[in-house]
């Protein structure tokens, strides 16, 4: 049951959407009336139902409804229409990445839910079912889901946590699952060092959806300081760096996990110091 929790728009997504129907049970999004007649005619071609939800903005103002009126006609259309099925609603509170304090996340969380199961209620109120109800965004989670009337949730990044998640109170630096392994190349002063690791591997990113949360681009837990600066195949520590040796092995919890991993072809299980598994990217690059 994949869930694609995006807008399936043009002629080469819409051909890999119908491959993926022929192998799983999928659903995705839809926004506009437009959209539906596509899904709608490779449901057809395969004899099934895509499943379809209506994204609602419910604040980050990317994708997304947030008119009652049109919300309900989405929902009459994909009702009334072969090829598709009428599945629910769901958001992505991603402006959640732009609060100051924890406090407000929780605010940001709760209003997700309370927007989310009151247009659930406002569609039943109008003849229509809402069978599903899912909200995402990892930072939000903890307190959109316990809302009553949600029935799905969606975080993405908790299943490694990042260094923007520390800064937003979502998670410790112990809670961090994924870094990426570099050495010290050169410390050509007394107050700096330099990784073999830059944006190629750790991105530029500070924040999410055009927010600057960070400082830094990427921390050291171990000698507890932060990358300052990133090239494309160098990263700079500034500041007290006599912890660190030419040929040194250090560890990095990089800012944003989801764009690191995707920088990579494979990934390295490991408990401590064991190496458990290998493991292959595979939808690394997969943007087409």
Not at 35 to 57: H, K, N, T, W
Not at 155 to 174: C, H, K, T, W
Not at 205 to 215: C, E, K, V
Not at 246 to 262: K, S
Request: aromatic share 4%; proline share 4%; with cysteine.
């Amino acid at each position: 049951d994949i869930q694609i929790a995006n807008e399936i728009v043009g002629p080469k997504k819409l051909a890999r959407l119908r491959a993926l129907c022929e192998r799983a049970t999928v659903s995705c999004a839809v926004d506009d009336p437009c959209q539906v007649p596509a899904l709608a005619e490779v449901g057809r071609s395969l004899g099934q139902e895509i499943a379809l939800f209506v994204e609602i903005d419910t604040g980050l103002h990317r994708c997304g409804l947030s008119d009652d009126s049109a919300i309900v006609a989405m929902a009459r259309l994909i009702s009334a229409t072969d090829g598709v099925r009428w599945r629910g609603i769901l958001t992505h509170a991603g402006h959640a990445y732009a609060a100051g304090t924890p406090d407000e996340v929780a605010r940001i969380g709760q209003a997700e839910g309370e927007q989310m199961v009151r247009i659930a209620e406002m569609l039943r109120g109008h003849g229509l079912s809402c069978p599903e109800v899912s909200v995402g965004s990892t930072p939000t989670v903890a307190f959109s889901a316990a809302i009553e009337g949600v029935t799905e949730i969606r975080p993405g990044n908790y299943i490694f946590n990042d260094m923007m998640q520390v800064r937003l109170g979502s998670a410790g630096v112990e809670d961090c699952a994924l870094s990426v392994l570099a050495t010290v190349i050169s410390r050509p002063s007394p107050d700096r060092a330099v990784l073999d690791v830059g944006s190629k591997a750790l991105t530029l990113d500070r924040g999410a959806h055009g927010n600057i949360l960070l400082s830094g681009f990427g921390y050291l837990p171990e000698h507890d300081c932060w990358l300052t600066r990133l090239s494309e195949e160098h990263g700079v520590i500034e500041g007290d760096v006599t912890t660190l040796q030419i040929g040194q092995r250090v560890r990095i919890v990089p800012n944003h996990a989801c764009a690191v991993v995707n920088g990579f072809d494979e990934a390295w299980l490991v408990d401590g110091d064991e190496v458990i598994e290998r493991l292959s990217i595979d939808a690394r690059g997969k943007m087409a």
